[in-house]
């Protein structure tokens, strides 16, 4: 578990009071943090997105050989912009978990399922 003096200063600005952090991962041009509410992209000098997560319309996670890997989040409202985030090969475990945690948050196990 990671420190708050771990967590980059402009995600922590981002942080509503009372909200948690979930997971974070780096990219090249941002960070992006999953808290217990929202889904944040925090560059140094903006936030670029900050939706609650059942704003979010898609997330696709793409990798290939030799290239950092494309994360695209794409929001349910045409106003908030859409991200394009480079993540680095250090960075896949990060945002694999970070997909996780949004994942279950939006697609709750159902008592019926198999998966946990």
Do not use: W
């Amino acid at each position: 578990m990671e420190t708050i003096s771990e967590v980059e200063p402009h995600v922590l600005e981002a942080l509503e009071p009372g909200e948690q952090l979930r997971v974070r991962a780096r990219s090249r041009e941002a960070v992006l943090a999953v808290t217990d509410r929202r889904l944040v992209v925090a560059a140094p000098d903006r936030i670029a997105l900050a939706v609650p997560l059942e704003g979010l319309r898609r997330i696709q996670f793409d990798i290939e050989r030799d290239r950092p890997a494309t994360l695209v989040i794409v929001p349910e409202q045409a106003h908030d912009e859409p991200q394009v985030l480079s993540i680095p090969r250090d960075q896949f475990a990060a945002a694999a978990e970070a997909l996780v945690v949004i994942g279950r948050m939006l697609a709750p196990a159902d008592k019926g399922s198999p998966i946990a």
